[in-house]
């Protein structure tokens, strides 16, 4: 790393012109993925190197990628960017770089996780495979370590960096009709705890098995956490953009100062949560800041661009937030289904896509573990649903919120929702 | 092709039952446009080599930008020594279908290197068709996308195949955003993506189109809710492209039929079980994979297994017959050879089976997209791409539209709103009861197929004729 800093900082003294923003980026993952209960040909190792190069001319920016590393070849990057910049016609919302001031809140961060062995890893698969087969199930899914530096340079003057790891174990477990999905997401495995981890998967699995036959319909859900962040992240992605709302192509335009939301729920951005595992700014050296996007049910603040947030006079909050709170509370999942006498709990779901824009209307089906909640248990598994859904209707219509789980750039609670569209089934 | 060779030998020398090493050189252009402004362009050029290692039963991979003889040697040093830990857990013996040795090389056929031509032509004709879009009452919005690609590869293996490809690839589309009505609805021109070169990107009236979807997107404010119901769809070629992508494309994947995607992509009701006798549609469709289609975004002459590019039927005379199938399933279908649909999105990727280029073939008897709807008293005829999502075994599907219009009495009537339909997915091929004939004929496709852990997105070409399904259960959006 160090001869590619030194490349850039010689490129930096003198810059083709006043806007050069270089950011370097290092991910070596080592990701294993199993099916069948045995490690399949996507068992790799990779070491990715690359820089992201910006360039600005009077008005128009240009960027080129490449992971030709040496000095011609950042110097080239650099050039094509130049190039490409002075070809294009003048950006009414071209931005400079950002500049020291901007980017004082980023924190320079290394965290410390642990390194985790190759065999430790594989280990840990054997062991799941082990058990898994023991209780007569079957599997697939994958166990990955990706530690990542990123890099950012300008000729502003700002130099930011962040590193970081990401370890994942996904497990999906299956009977021969069935099938339930976990995951363990954390920094490291330091806090893995593969007993209780395989044993709450063959639990579940087990329950799933010989899905009964139900009808579609419109019933109170307990939705997991994976459930509420596939759909809260797909509503977030549609519509809170602040130039799309203002330009009456969000369905928020609609909806500014109008209940979105249950009173109760707060969603939110904060780049140092303890449970997520984002970077502190993107590749331009921006960093990410805190923001409440929804607040007592009701807008809070959209996501400004930074010509956007210029033009309107506010802080800017990225394209896109660098992580996704959704407030929870102490109470665990156990207790929501407590709280239902007869519904449904939905471990996740599955292929969602928009239907209408305007309405926040989402399709999708569920998928590994549908359970019919009676009396406040799990008393077995039903056919899979297609929803289609009004993810608007879906936060008013919440009426429990519980326990946070961490899931990577989000850390989103369980809740459970009255009314929850099914509209078809499936044959399985 | 020397470094590769010398993986090749490095590995052999180390008793592997079989490796392979590939480098890509990609090169990658994109240009976005909002209204009048390009909104993004950015171009990425990004090279690296993987190695791929069978150990015994076990598979290993690594991958590396340094491609310094040093690097390499280790890189495939550590792709056998994940190959070793895999054999540890290794349920089954792996048997790899046999391929002749190729030393061979394919290229696309282009007329123009798309990266060769100034970047500011594509911008010129991507913001004049914002700006004619601009022009059409009640416009928002004017986006457009161009994507121009050139990956060349380089493949060896142990069985002494040395393989060059140079493939080119271009993508352009353009959307109109109209809000009237108290509605927004968008409308998208996408000429089919092909493997071509820039003077493909030429040969595309843009500026008529333009003017036809800010049209349309407007129109589309206006337009009646359709009804919920069962009702006959005619559905155009664009449209059927993403439906035969997740109804068949997806669920003849034989690696997704066996498990192996079961914790992603999901897995397929399509099982091999119901090889050569399951009706997965009626009598008169017939799913064509084609990966030596000229053009095709598959069609690359030699896969990433070193497998040269075949034709066959996934659907002949509506009975399932055939599957994507890579060399080590093979044999679980008594195939002598896998069929040449392995590919690999970047050199950090591991190539796993991919869609094929697919596509319904047209009808046998004379009938134009006019005559099809000439014959259909009451239905809703469909263009383009929307809404789309099917469950993880690929039955339950549910399909909206880029717009919709009303039949009545054999004729076209206004434009509707609000369409999305929901059907199982072998019903809806068992009630295809029309094809138009084959002057009917349109590509379409796609870059971004989703697949993989972790993720790659692979290009394949569809195409179909217009074509005809009854009793298909209709719903209101909203």
């Not at chain 1, 937030?321 to 779901?349: C, Q, R």
């Not at chain 2, 800010?214 to 009804?227: D, L, P, T």
């Not at chain 2, 492209?241 to 109804?247: A, I, N, P, R, Y």
């Amino acid at each position: 790393m160090n001869k590619v800093k030194t490349i850039i900082e010689k490129i930096l003294k003198t810059p083709v012109t006043d806007h050069v923003t270089i950011c370097y980026g290092r991910n070596e993952t080592q990701h294993i993925r199993f099916s069948n209960n045995s490690v399949n040909r996507e068992n790799l190792f990779k070491l990715e190197e690359e820089v992201k190069v910006e360039v600005g001319y009077e008005g128009r920016t240009g960027s080129y990628r490449t992971n030709e590393l040496s000095e011609a070849g950042i110097k080239h990057a650099v050039n094509q960017a130049y190039e490409a910049a002075k070809l294009l016609p003048k950006d009414p919302e071209y931005m400079p770089p950002v500049t020291r001031k901007e980017a004082a809140a980023v924190k320079n961060f290394k965290p410390a996780f642990e390194k985790v062995p190759d065999g430790s890893k594989y280990a840990i698969l054997r062991d799941a495979f082990k058990q898994l087969k023991k209780a007569g199930l079957n599997s697939a899914g994958s166990l990955s370590t990706s530690p990542y530096t990123t890099e950012v340079y300008n000729s502003s003057g700002v130099r930011a960096s962040h590193s970081g790891c990401t370890s994942s174990f996904t497990l999906t477990a299956m009977t021969e009709n069935s099938s339930f999905r976990d995951s363990f997401i954390s920094k490291d495995f330091s806090g893995y705890d593969g007993k209780a981890f395989i044993s709450k998967i063959i639990d579940h699995t087990r329950l799933s098995k010989d899905p009964a036959p139900l009808d579609a319909g419109k019933y109170t859900v307990v939705l997991g956490p994976s459930a509420v962040e596939e759909l809260l992240l797909m509503l977030l992605w549609y519509n809170m953009d602040a130039k799309a709302i203002d330009e009456g192509r969000s369905a928020l335009s609609a909806r500014r100062g109008r209940r979105i939301a249950h009173e109760k729920i707060h969603i939110y951005s904060k780049p140092d949560h303890p449970v997520s595992l984002t970077p502190f700014c993107p590749e331009d050296g921006m960093p990410y800041i805190g923001f409440d996007m929804i607040r007592n049910g009701r807008l809070a603040s959209p996501w400004h661009s930074r010509y956007y947030a210029a033009k309107k006079g506010v802080r800017p909050t990225g394209r896109f937030p660098g992580s996704v709170i959704f407030k929870g509370t102490d109470k665990p999942v156990e207790k929501l289904i407590a709280g239902v006498e007869n519904g449904l709990y939905v471990n996740s779901f599955w292929y969602i896509r928009l239907v209408d824009l305007m309405d926040g209307i989402f399709t999708g089906m569920t998928r590994d573990g549908l359970f019919r909640i009676q009396d406040g248990k799990l008393t077995g598994s039903v056919n899979n649903f297609r929803f289609n859904q009004s993810v608007f209707d879906m936060l008013l219509n919440t009426t429990e919120i519980g326990r946070e789980k961490g899931m990577v750039f989000t850390s989103i609670p369980p809740i459970t929702v009255k009314e929850f569209n099914f509209v078809s089934k499936t044959e399985f | 092709m020397n470094k590769l060779r010398e993986i090749i030998k490095h590995l052999e020398a180390k008793k592997v039952r079989f490796a392979d090493a590939r480098e890509h050189l990609f090169r990658e252009r994109s240009i976005c446009t909002e209204d009048t402004r390009v909104e993004a362009i950015t171009e990425e050029n990004v090279s690296g080599v993987g190695v791929k290692v069978l150990w015994r039963n076990g598979w290993g991979y690594a991958s590396t930008s340094r491609t310094d003889a040093a690097s390499l040697r280790k890189t495939a040093d550590k792709a056998l020594a994940l190959a070793r830990h895999a054999d540890k857990s290794a349920a089954a013996k792996v048997e790899l279908a046999a391929e002749p040795k190729h030393i061979a090389r394919f290229a696309t056929k282009i007329k123009e290197d798309p990266f060769g031509v100034s970047v500011d032509d594509a911008v010129g004709i991507l913001l004049r068709s914002g700006e004619t879009i601009l022009k059409g009452k009640d416009i928002i919005k004017a986006s457009s996308q161009l994507v121009l690609r050139n990956m060349k590869k380089k493949y060896a293996n142990t069985e002494g195949s040395l393989i060059e490809t140079d493939v080119f690839t271009v993508l352009p589309q353009i959307e109109a955003t109209a809000r009237a009505n108290g509605e927004v609805k968008s409308r998208h021109y996408w000429p089919s993506p092909m493997n071509a070169g820039y003077e493909y990107l030429r040969s595309i009236d843009f500026q008529a189109n333009a003017e036809r979807i800010a049209a349309q997107a407007r129109e589309h404010c206006f337009a009646k809710s359709c009804e919920t119901g069962p009702a006959t769809l005619i559905l155009d070629p664009e449209h059927l492209s993403l439906t035969m992508h997740e109804s068949v494309g997806h669920p003849t994947e034989l690696d997704r039929v066996l498990g192996y995607e079961e914790s992603c992509a999901g897995r397929s009701f399509a099982t091999l079980d119901k090889l050569g006798k399951f009706r997965y549609g009626s009598k008169i469709v017939n799913l064509v994979a084609d990966n030596t289609l000229e053009g095709g975004l598959a069609s690359c002459g030699y896969d990433d297994e070193g497998v040269e590019c075949q034709k066959w039927h996934i659907v002949k005379d509506g009975i399932l017959s055939g599957y994507g199938v890579n060399r080590e399933l093979a044999h679980k279908m008594k195939m002598k050879r896998a069929n040449g649909t392995t590919r690999a999105t970047k050199y950090s990727d591991v190539p796993i089976t991919r869609m094929p280029n697919l596509y319904l073939a047209p009808g046998k008897k004379p009938l134009s997209k006019e005559q099809l709807i000439a014959d259909t008293d009451s239905g809703i005829y469909i263009e383009g791409m929307g809404s789309f999502s099917i469950d993880q075994m690929r039955l339950n599907m549910q399909f909206g539209g880029d717009a919709f219009w009303e039949i009545k009495n054999g004729r076209i009537r206004g434009m509707l709103k609000n369409v999305i339909y929901n059907a199982i997915s072998y019903e809806f091929w068992r009630s295809c009861d029309a094809i138009a004939d084959k002057t009917a004929f349109r590509r379409s496709g796609f870059i971004t197929c989703g697949k993989g852990d972790p993720m790659q997105a692979a290009q394949m070409t569809h195409g179909a004729s217009p074509a005809r399904f009854r009793n298909i259960m209709v719903r209101r959006a909203k």
